[in-house]
Every structure is written in structure tokens, then in C-alpha cells.
């Protein structure tokens, strides 16, 4: 099953929050599954139509998703995957 | 008199609470989040915080606690069909406005959001529904962002005796009455000038920064925005300038005005629209006790150089003699005397979103 990790700035809202494998075939469904463990967490990834929000970036083996709109990336059984979120501030 | 004090900021929510001594910060909600606003709902005592996370999208926050623990509710969403001006879909983009109905209607809570979006909750807050009646008026398709990329609703009155009265400033796009619970909507911006359009009296597409009605004369209307200062003594039928020539204020965006006396109100004046800072480097608070006819400044209290503070829409209130506004370079000031003095409470706080004091 594809591996997860993300970004420890979510662990402030989710704090039991550590890398995960969940079964999934596409971005979308990984999202899904995550939400299942950690309710509410899809909210803070996507936006209320299942858009990837503008400064959170998902990679698929080092490489960023390519359908931003739906997550339709696929996965593998060996996919790892990295939620990370885009660097801005003041 | 007020004694609790909650403040939207750029770091997060902070609560003062008065004290024999005075103002003293007493808490820090959310801390290094910003808080686009945050109010205490006078019906059951709950706090509410939107979160503005530049990452993670806007959060509700309500704490029943007093802030000894928060939950996060589950933001509004737009419904699928929702598109916006554009003809891009919508998608929750700011949470503007937090507002507690009436103790007739105790679940009843608002949202004001970017973009173009009232929210209606019934069940205290815990879900949200679009007001579709003010979301499908056809004029939306006029309305335009101001200072955000897409219009925004930033201010609601809802009538004293009448909780199906409404009353919504949106920015920009101007200003709109329900008389039915928010199933149809009229625009009310006649008397109103809008220089920045190609017809300044047009019905659509105003500006108006914060509307704002005196609680026990409804019917009076206040509002402040880029091309003067705006009173309505009938309901926003018609709306007359009371900005007038020399000290009288003219550019900024708060406004209170008092409880009972619908001819006294207070505005915390900018130097110019194309400027955005404190007139003439000193800070200064523009108050009227006739309805706008005349003006005084009240400057004691307040530094007169080096000011660089803007006063957002919602970084002034009042309650009762007490007066407080909170400026976008971090610094709180109070007055206990109906404006005529003023204390510094804090110059080290971020940037000020939103002032609410409450009882």
C-alpha cells in the first residue's frame, strides 16, 4: 500500500498525526483514506470541491501531482508520498 | 461596562479583560494563526474565531469555554453549483464577518465571506447554509473585489424588533435590504457616490466599508468609505454625504456610533484614499454630535508623529462610555470617555483585523 508522510506544520491541528499506509489508487482516495484517521484533515488539504489548495503541494516519489483539480494521479503499491505545504511568511 | 475585549490579529486571537488596573491582556488564543475576526455571541457567552491559514484554507473555531477549549466547525462550503462572477467556481475564500443573530432566533449565526457569500446557520453554528436569496440577486455579476480579489460581505444589521430585516454591506457592490429573512434583496445606495465607477451614482458596485445602525434608531445608517462619510435617517432609502470640508474626516473605513444617540459617531480618519496612513503622522479620532454637521478631532491621548497606523472596518467599537480601536501596526488604544481621551494599552501586538468588546 502507498506510504504517507507529511508536513509536521499539520501536526499542530492533528498532533497524533505521523506517516501512515493506506490502501489508495489515486491522490483523491489517498486524501479519503487520511480523513478517515484523522477527521477533518481533507479540509486543510482541499478546498470544498476536492481542489488541492493553492499552497499545499502532494509528491508522488519526489515528483509534485500533475491534476491539482481532482487528484487523479495514480498510486502504487510502492508509491511514498509527501504532503507538504508551499513556504511563505512573515 | 464592558470588561472582556477580543481581538482579531495577525498572530492570533487576544483577549484583554478590564481590571481594577485597567486593560490587561489575559489570554492568547490561536497564537501565530491569523484571526480575520473573532466575536463573543452576547446569547450564550461562546467565542467564535475564523481562521485565515494562509495554507490550510478558513477555519471556524467556537470555544464554549471561554476559551479554556476550542472545536473547530466545519467551515461553510459553496454549494457545487455556486459560480462565481467570474464564472470560476466558488470556493470559501475569506471569512469576513462573524455575527450572533437576535435572542429571538438563538441558533441563528452569519457568516460574511469572499466571495459575495452571507452564510445562515440555525443550529448555532455547527452547519451553514448559503443565503441563495442574496447569492443569485442579479446584480452579483456587478460586484467586484475591494482590496481582496472577489467581493466580500463585511457588515450586517439586523433590525432591533424585526429579525427578518436585513441589511448587508458588500465590497464592492454596495448595499442591500431584505425585508423577508433574506429571500429578496434591493439594493439601497441612492445618495451615494462612487467616484472610482464610471457612473458614481450608479446603483451597483459602491464600496461601502462598514454599515453600521444605532441600535435604538435602527433607521439611522452609517457608513464610511473612499469618497466620504454617508449617513441614511431612513433606513438606506436615501443616503446623504456628511463629510464636509476642512477637519471633517472623509477617507477610512470604521465607524461606531452610539447606542442611543443616532447623531453622535466616531471615525478614525485616514489621510487619503491613494495614501492609507494616519493624517499628517498623528493619530486622531473624528467624532460628530449632530449627525455629521460638524466635527471635532480628538487628539489627547494620542501621539501626533510618526504614525503609520490604518484603522481597519472592523478595528473600532464602542460600548457604553468605552471606545477602542486597534490599528494595523499593533497598537490598541482605549477611551473611557466616550473618545475625549485615550490610553495606549499595547503598542507590541500584530497587526489589528478586528476590535469586539463585549459585555
Known amino acids: ?90 | 461596562m464592558s470588561s472582556r475585549l477580543l481581538l482579531g490579529t495577525r498572530k492570533g486571537l487576544v483577549v484583554y479583560t478590564r481590571g481594577p488596573s485597567g486593560w490587561r491582556l489575559s489570554s492568547v488564543h490561536h497564537g501565530g494563526n491569523p484571526v480575520s475576526y473573532a466575536v463573543e455571541d452576547p446569547r450564550d457567552g461562546s467565542w467564535w474565531a475564523a481562521l485565515d491559514h494562509g495554507h490550510w484554507g478558513q477555519k471556524l473555531q467556537r470555544s464554549r469555554d471561554q476559551g479554556r477549549s476550542w472545536e473547530e466547525v466545519k467551515a461553510p462550503a459553496y454549494p457545487e453549483d455556486a459560480l462565481r462572477g467570474d464564472g470560476k467556481p466558488a470556493t470559501l475564500e475569506y471569512i469576513w464577518l462573524i455575527a450572533p443573530g437576535p435572542a429571538s432566533q438563538p441558533g441563528r449565526i452569519y457568516l460574511g465571506t469572499n466571495p459575495g457569500g452571507l452564510f445562515v446557520s440555525d443550529d448555532g453554528g455547527d452547519t451553514f447554509t448559503l443565503c441563495r436569496g442574496l447569492w443569485d440577486h442579479p446584480s452579483r455579476v456587478q460586484w467586484s473585489g475591494g482590496g481582496k480579489d472577489t467581493p466580500g460581505i463585511h457588515s450586517l444589521v439586523i433590525h432591533p424588533n424585526d429579525p427578518d430585516h436585513l441589511m448587508v454591506g458588500v465590497s464592492c457592490g454596495g448595499v442591500f435590504e431584505s425585508r423577508d429573512g433574506g429571500q429578496r434583496w434591493a439594493p439601497r445606495t441612492k445618495g451615494l457616490v462612487a467616484s472610482f465607477l464610471p457612473d458614481p451614482e450608479a446603483e451597483i458596485g459602491h464600496d461601502p466599508h462598514l454599515i453600521v445602525a444605532c441600535p435604538s434608531r435602527p433607521e439611522v445608517l452609517w457608513q464610511q468609505n473612499h469618497c466620504g462619510v454617508f449617513r441614511s435617517v431612513d433606513g438606506g432609502a436615501r443616503w446623504a454625504e456628511v463629510s464636509g470640508p476642512g477637519a471633517a474626516p472623509r477617507f477610512g473605513f470604521a465607524v461606531a456610533v452610539d447606542e442611543v444617540n443616532p447623531d453622535r459617531a466616531w471615525l478614525v480618519p485616514a489621510v487619503s484614499d491613494e495614501r492609507r496612513m494616519a493624517a499628517e503622522g498623528g493619530l486622531s479620532v473624528s467624532t460628530t454630535a449632530d449627525g455629521g454637521q460638524t466635527w471635532r478631532e480628538l487628539r489627547v491621548g494620542l501621539p501626533q508623529e510618526g504614525c503609520f497606523d490604518l484603522v481597519y472596518r472592523h478595528g473600532l467599537d464602542k460600548r457604553g462610555p468605552t471606545l477602542v480601536f486597534g490599528s494595523t501596526t499593533g497598537n490598541l488604544y482605549v477611551s473611557e470617555d466616550e473618545g475625549e481621551s485615550w490610553a495606549l494599552v499595547s503598542h507590541t501586538l500584530a497587526p489589528i483585523y478586528s476590535v469586539r468588546l463585549s459585555a
Open chain 1, 1 to 90: 500500500m502507498p506510504k504517507v508522510e507529511l508536513t509536521h506544520h499539520l501536526k499542530r491541528f492533528f498532533p497524533t498525526l505521523g506517516p501512515q499506509t493506506l490502501p489508495a489508487t489515486t491522490v483523491a482516495e489517498l486524501v479519503r483514506a487520511l480523513d478517515g484517521q484523522f477527521p477533518g484533515i481533507a479540509g486543510y488539504l482541499v478546498d470544498e470541491r476536492g481542489a488541492l489548495r493553492k499552497h499545499v503541494n502532494i509528491f508522488i516519489d519526489g515528483e509534485m501531482v500533475v491534476d491539482r483539480a481532482r487528484l487523479g494521479d495514480a498510486l502504487d503499491e510502492r508509491s511514498e508520498v509527501f504532503i507538504a505545504q508551499a513556504l511563505s511568511g512573515g
